[in-house]
């Protein structure tokens, strides 16, 4: 598990975390955690319960995200998070995925990438499904 987190495409630091870790060390790798450059790994048993309270401790320590309005989600800048990209025959490429911020709309250009090469391409949006029903627009939140 260690060798594949610290892998130079994840990059991450991995923290073992038990029940003998101190509550000042807990506490310094819970505010880490919003850096997205850890990863905590905790030993816990489904039978025996034995570390389920430390992690449901350190869980209540994370940094909560900030809930954002409406208002504030469409006024920023659109940014997409694909999940997974199809070419269906007729259509061209379907991307599946998150509005992580801002909003869309159909016929609006944006720019996808970036490839191999770290360029965008410009593309243009031709429908919008929201749950598998059509829609004209999609925003964050």
Known sequence: M????????LKKFPI???EKTSENELIKTAEL???GNICPIFSVS???KQGFDTLVNFIWRIEKLKEITIEEAIT???EFECN???VVEGVGLVVSGIIKSGACSINKNCLIGP???KNFKAVTIKSIHVNRVNRNDA???
């Open 46 to 48: 489904s039978v025996t």
């Open 33 to 35: 955690m919003p850096s």
């Open 76 to 78: 920023q800048p659109f």
């Open 115 to 117: 490839d191999k090469l």
């Open 16 to 18: 073992e975390i038990n």
């Open 139 to 141: 925003y964050a939140g």
């Open 84 to 86: 997974e990209t199809f």
């Open 2 to 9: 260690r060798r594949i987190l610290k892998h130079k495409l």
